[in-house]
């Protein structure tokens, strides 16, 4: 990673944005809270991984960079889609927001506060839960049990800018076709609930969440009905639902990027405290279920994966996010993790987890959110920073690096949250050398 000096005054007291990394992100005594006494602790065979200060001799600093505020409801998803940011909603509304300002830079370094009014360029009639972002299409999940496939329409603009597209409606999941050619036959139908059967194509419970192939041919969809479906993006044909993937609940996928020596890998979370991992070995191969992963003690909300796809970071309502390595036996590169350690300091349930080069990012329903450094020496993790601001849990995030002109990491990166305040902030923080 390289380093970029801060150009902020992180000692000093200025700016209220700029808040210096918390002195004790690893201390488990101060985690406790009342409001979550009913949840389960993880087992003391799970050590922390976090040191303070950072073995590696870095510090981070950060800043507010920006409020966008337009949403009348809780944000439940942020998506990166280019020059925009993409936030949904629980009222359906999808918003696109340029990430540069109207003078044409980029927001990072800028303290002017907010941005000017994000574009609505979809709207639903069902809480969106999730987004993925597919070329020029949006594939969104939600409440009502559909996949929606919207696709960009620049209203006649070959090359339309953040500001103007707008995404229509080009299909609902199941497809009408797909539909069509399942409804006649018996052996289509599965029991979803005493004395009711549908069709295996369909999700008959909110779809919490979506993950799209490196490659892009595919769709990971799951459930709170407990299953996971793949589907085709070439026609938007379900090719395969694996039932009762898990025994509560699904929140979370995740999809590996394969290497020379590893298979297709994915991974779902589950209500149920565990965590699956399912592997296509081919392409006209279904999907198998390899391995379960099992320390939390309370439901996963969240999954993110390191860039090789070699670490695993979940993060569930004990508090914790457990991080996850490949290793033993398996060290080659097969789908299987065991756990390292974790790393504590959210007083309250981790709700997203956001990963990007040595950082992982988390957001809890303590209203904070915290940036981690992974140490390229073993298997250290430091608490660089804790962000505060949002008024209500924050729900999703996302991230990216920036990069200098000549295609080198700068150590800096801009970080996007969406919370139940209804708001989306935007921070920048800074890795620099002590």
């Given amino acids: 990673m390289g380093f970029l000096p801060c150009p902020l005054p ?48 870095v510090a981070a600093c950060h800043l507010h960079v920006a409020t966008l505020e337009g949403h009348s409801s809780y944000v439940s998803h942020l998506a990166l889609a280019g020059e925009s940011i993409l936030s949904a909603s629980s009222d359906g509304e999808i918003r696109s927001w340029s990430r540069r300002r109207s003078d044409g830079n980029r927001h990072e370094s800028s303290s002017d506060g907010c941005y000017y009014d994000g574009d609505v360029v979809a709207v639903t ?20 049990h559909k996949i929606r496939v919207w696709k960009m329409d620049g209203g006649g603009s070959g090359n339309p800018s953040p500001t103007n597209r707008i995404y229509r409606s080009v299909a609902t999941l199941p497809t009408l076709s797909d539909r069509l050619t399942r409804v006649f036959s018996a052996k289509n139908y599965v029991e979803v609930r005493r004395h009711k059967k549908s069709t295996w194509i369909h999700h008959v419970d909110a779809v919490s969440a979506l993950a799209v192939s490196p490659d892009h041919a595919f769709i990971y969809s799951v459930s709170w009905d407990r299953t996971l479906k793949v589907w085709r993006t ?13 025994d509560d609940a699904i929140n979370a996928v995740a999809v590996s990027r394969p290497t020379s020596q590893d298979n297709l890998t994915i991974y779902t979370g589950s209500a149920d405290t565990k965590i699956k991992v399912w592997v296509r070995k081919s392409a006209d191969q279904a999907h198998s279920h390899v391995a379960t992963l099992e320390k939390h003690r309370s439901a996963v909300n969240a999954l993110a994966l390191s860039e090789d796809g070699r670490v695993l970071y979940s993060g569930a309502c004990d508090r914790s996010i457990l991080v996850w390595e490949r290793g033993g036996d398996d060290s080659g590169g097969g789908p299987f993790m065991a756990v390292v350690g974790a790393l504590r300091g959210h007083t309250k349930a981790i709700l997203c987890l956001a990963a ?34 949002h008024q209500r849990p924050v729900k999703c995030l996302t991230a990216a690096a920036i990069f200098d002109e000549d295609g080198t990491p700068s150590g800096s990166y801009m970080v996007y949250s969406g919370a139940l305040d209804c708001c989306v902030k935007v921070w920048q923080v800074w890795i620099h050398p002590t």
């Fill in 10 to 57: 992180c000692h000093s007291h200025c700016h209220p944005s700029i808040i210096l990394p918390p002195p004790n992100c690893s201390d488990d005594s101060s985690s406790a809270s009342s409001s979550l006494s009913s949840q389960s602790s993880l087992p003391s065979d799970v050590p922390p991984l976090t040191s303070q200060p950072p073995s590696s001799g």
């Fill in 125 to 144: 009639d069902s809480a969106v839960k999730s987004v993925a972002v597919l070329g020029d299409k949006l594939i969104t999940a939600h409440q009502d």
């Fill in 234 to 246: 070439s026609d938007f044909k379900c090719l395969e639902s694996i039932n009762k993937a898990h």
């Fill in 356 to 389: 990007v080069a040595d950082l992982v990012i988390s957001g809890s329903a303590d209203k904070t959110i915290r940036v981690w450094l992974r140490e390229r020496q073993g298997r250290s993790y430091s608490c660089l920073a804790m962000m505060e601001g």
